[in-house]
């Protein structure tokens, strides 16, 4: 595709309930990045993938975050169990190779009621 | 723990106006710095700097890096409404082994008013 695409764009949750959010990267990309950015801050770093490999997991704030790339192409946030303060936008970047540049998607804005 | 200032935080100025963003860094392990432009959408990407006193320049917008004294500008001459956003500052300071993510500023709101 043209650039990044993530889905849903919008989603709200009940407190509890799962959820899961996808990114579809450029194609041909090899890495691929979660941030999540909350109201008014920059975006913070949640994991890294190259190709099907999630080399860094270390800014996943608990273990009720999971993310897969299971072909090297799409990726899943999975949020388990969501708690208001996983409220955010959660972006999704992929970039051609490591060190290059970050290409971002338009986020799924996550409200959790 | 790398960490990214941006300042100011907030500006208003009008249409015509110059404007300098400013953007410091403390990062374990220099790579790149980078400026990205957030609207009510993906931020989109501007400017990648890897090397001290290189001025890179797309149109009215340009940025400089020097990397002894650990900061960089973002300027727009001739400010337009639609220059109107977030400007967001990022540096890849090489702090997670075999990772390269972006340690984010807050970023400056930048607002042109006609």
């Known amino acids: 595709g043209a650039g990044v695409s993530q889905s849903p764009r919008y989603k709200v949750a009940k407190r509890g309930q799962d959820v899961a959010l996808r990114c579809d990267p450029i194609?041909?990309?090899?890495?691929l990045f979660w941030y999540q950015q909350a109201l008014g801050q920059g975006p913070e770093f949640l994991t890294y993938f190259q190709n099907e490999a999630q080399l860094d997991k270390s800014g996943l704030p608990s273990d009720r975050f999971f993310a897969e790339r299971p072909e090297g192409s799409v990726s899943t946030l999975k949020i388990q169990r969501t708690q208001q303060e996983d409220s955010a936008v959660y972006l999704c970047?992929?970039?051609?190779?490591?060190?290059?540049?970050?290409?971002f998607g338009p986020g799924t804005r996550l409200l959790v009621l | 723990e790398d960490k990214v200032v941006q300042s100011p935080l907030s500006l208003v100025v009008h249409e015509g106006d110059t404007v300098t963003l400013n953007c410091s860094y403390e990062?374990?392990?220099?790579?790149?710095l980078l400026w990205y432009k957030q609207e009510k959408k993906a931020p989109t990407f501007l400017f990648m700097l890897?090397?001290?006193?290189i001025e890179k320049k797309s149109g009215r917008l340009s940025s400089i890096l020097d990397k002894k004294e650990l900061f960089s500008i973002l300027n727009i001459t001739a400010t337009q409404t639609g220059d109107s956003a977030i400007y967001l500052c990022?540096?890849?300071?090489?702090?997670?082994?075999?990772?390269?993510?972006?340690?984010f500023g807050k970023g400056t709101k930048l607002s042109v008013i006609p």
């Open positions: 970047a992929s970039s051609l190779a490591p060190g290059t540049t970050q290409y």
């Open positions: 990022a540096v890849d300071g090489g702090s997670g082994a075999g990772s390269y993510q972006l340690t």
């Open positions: 990062v374990t392990n220099f790579r790149s």
């Open positions: 890897t090397s001290s006193g």
């Open positions: 194609s041909g990309h090899v890495s």
